[in-house]
């Protein structure tokens, strides 16, 4: 069975055919750095991960390129909210995203782009498209992209071009989804902003030109795959359509897979609700990188998933059944011959996920057929009819499992370590509890009797201290007949 990938473009599923046989041209729009990534993010980036760990698991030969944007309109007001410089400002958060990256097991790609590092190839894509009547300078110096000359616009999002009144611009990077309008390609320098000195006058790029510009750079004028949160499709994939095609008169890329809006305990996520999350609050909140892993891969990507807490519980637990049964196949000692029961298992449980992964990634039936495959074989190991010669076809069958997955390794201790010695650093939470996680219950328990004895003392003002430091930490106590008790949030 060959891959098979749902197309925003052609809205089906269909045969994935690169255009050089088994190397594949992808881009996948990363993060822009003005704060640290959420769980939204990051559910897009796990499912970029998952998806090139299944591609170089099926013999293809990655070209992958990942952007970092580096200027916009967001890191240029936050940056000078903080009295900051933009390139410091934005070399933080990028930082961050990297570290984030290797917390939950997230490959590389083959190229990361910087837009501040690419802006000469953005300015000559510009005047292609002035020189091909595409795009237009304003009296401000600013460029914007002409829709009106481009009537394939709107194929990717199915948006309704009837009614668009021509000239009619918005050089914002992020506007309402039925704003059709012309584009900023290119924007005149405001006091204060960051601006580069170009053959096309002083400015800074707009962000969708950003991606056509370093996409072709290293992936030529057509790509195999572009992918990205469902959240682009309109405006901004559909605006990396229409300069790159105009620019080029070629397909910009030929399969468009977008990853579905995540729900936190089945709402919009949102910091005016209480229920916004980095990956970072989580970690700190006690929850293992691979658990938040797990779950964020847990839900086939053309589906949305409910992120809930209780989830993570059952993710955590599903993780250990998997380490579990790895720690018994490595070292059990088992009776002498084969079952074919078990190769045959084994053999089946890796072509079921194979096949349910070429089916559009689904992640779920190829967990379950993991599953499925451990809850056997441990029944047969509990009643002796799991032999020494089996093991390795079960051992093959969990390694391709985890070249995709990732999850097997047991290196959550030291990632949650490297998370909250960040946050002490920050003043996030106290050193007391910067420590091995196995050790952070006894660092708890000292510090709330510390606060028992302030209190005994009438030093009200160091117990008011502490509770605030454990709150921090997410630690809340409660008084109770029976005594202080103490959870994490």
């Known amino acids: 069975m060959a891959l098979r990938v749902f197309n925003t473009l052609s809205g089906g599923v269909e045969e994935l055919k690169t255009l050089d046989d088994r190397r594949i041209r992808m881009y996948s729009c990363g993060p822009t750095v003005y704060d640290y990534g959420h769980i939204g993010n990051f559910r897009t980036f796990v499912f970029v991960d998952l998806f090139r760990r299944f591609l170089r698991q099926s013999g293809y030969q990655l070209n992958h390129v990942m952007n970092i944007t580096d200027v916009d309109d967001k890191i240029i007001r936050n940056s000078a909210a903080k009295g900051m410089g933009v390139r410091d400002y934005a070399a933080k958060y990028e930082q961050a995203f990297f570290e984030d990256m290797q917390i939950l097991s997230l490959e590389k790609p083959e190229?990361?782009?910087?837009?501040?590092?690419?802006?000469?190839?953005?300015?000559?894509?510009?005047?292609?498209?002035?020189?091909?009547?595409?795009?237009?300078?304003?009296?401000?110096?600013?460029?914007?992209f002409r829709i009106a000359n481009f009537p394939r616009y709107g194929r990717l999002s199915k948006k309704d071009m009837t009614g668009?009144?021509?000239?009619?611009?918005?050089?914002?990077?992020?506007?309402?989804?039925?704003?059709?309008?012309?584009?900023?390609?290119?924007?005149?320098?405001?006091?204060?902003?960051?601006?580069?000195?170009?053959?096309?006058?002083?400015?800074?790029?707009?962000?969708?030109?950003?991606c056509s510009a370093m996409a072709m750079e290293y992936l030529g004028d057509t790509l195999d795959v572009h992918l990205g949160g469902e959240d682009l499709i309109f405006p901004h994939h559909e605006n990396e359509i229409a300069q790159s095609e105009a620019a080029t008169g070629k397909t910009f890329s030929r399969y468009w897979m977008h990853v579905r809006f995540l729900l936190v305990e089945g709402q919009k996520m949102s910091k005016s609700l209480g229920n916004f999350y980095t990956l970072r609050d989580l970690i700190l909140k006690d929850h293992k990188p691979s658990s938040i892993r797990y779950l964020l891969s847990s839900v086939p990507y053309q589906k949305q998933l409910n992120f809930t807490f209780d989830g993570l519980k059952q993710a955590a637990n599903s993780v250990e059944r998997l380490r579990n049964f790895k720690l018994r196949l490595d070292t059990g000692n088992f009776p002498a011959g084969?079952?074919?029961?078990?190769?045959?298992?084994?053999?089946?449980?890796?072509?079921?996920?194979?096949?349910?992964?070429?089916?559009?990634?689904?992640?779920?039936?190829?967990?379950?057929?993991?599953?499925?495959?451990?809850?056997?074989?441990?029944?047969?190991?509990?009643?002796?009819?799991?032999?020494?010669?089996?093991?390795?076809?079960?051992?093959?069958?969990?390694?391709?499992?985890?070249?995709?997955?990732?999850?097997?390794?047991?290196?959550?201790?030291?990632?949650?370590?490297?998370?909250?010695?960040?946050?002490?650093?920050?003043?996030?939470?106290?050193n007391t509890v910067v420590q091995d996680p196995a050790l952070r219950d006894?660092?708890?328990?000292?510090?709330?009797?510390?606060?028992?004895?302030?209190?005994?003392?009438?030093?009200?003002?160091?117990?008011?201290?502490?509770?605030?430091?454990?709150?921090?930490?997410?630690?809340?106590?409660?008084?109770?007949?029976?005594?202080?008790?103490?959870?994490?949030?």
């Open 111 to 144: 190229h990361i782009a910087r837009a501040t590092e690419h802006i000469p190839e953005m300015v000559l894509l510009i005047e292609r498209l002035v020189q091909k009547d595409f795009a237009y300078k304003t009296e401000d110096g600013s460029y914007y």
């Open 164 to 210: 668009i009144s021509d000239g009619a611009r918005v050089d914002v990077d992020e506007y309402e989804k039925d704003n059709v309008r012309d584009f900023a390609l290119w924007k005149s320098p405001k006091p204060g902003e960051a601006k580069w000195d170009t053959e096309i006058g002083s400015g800074r790029p707009g962000w969708h030109i950003e």
């Open 338 to 430: 084969s079952n074919p029961k078990m190769k045959s298992l084994a053999l089946s449980t890796r072509e079921t996920m194979q096949a349910a992964l070429e089916d559009d990634m689904n992640t779920a039936q190829a967990l379950a057929a993991m599953f499925d495959m451990v809850r056997e074989a441990n029944a047969a190991a509990d009643m002796g009819k799991l032999l020494r010669n089996d093991v390795p076809e079960l051992q093959r069958a969990l390694a391709q499992f985890d070249e995709v997955f990732a999850v097997l390794e047991d290196d959550d201790a030291s990632k949650m370590k490297q998370v909250l010695e960040w946050a002490h650093a920050e003043g996030k939470v106290d």
């Open 442 to 489: 006894e660092a708890i328990e000292a510090l709330i009797e510390q606060r028992q004895q302030a209190r005994k003392s009438r030093d009200f003002a160091k117990a008011d201290a502490i509770r605030k430091q454990l709150a921090d930490a997410g630690i809340i106590l409660e008084d109770t007949k029976d005594g202080l008790r103490w959870k994490r949030k």
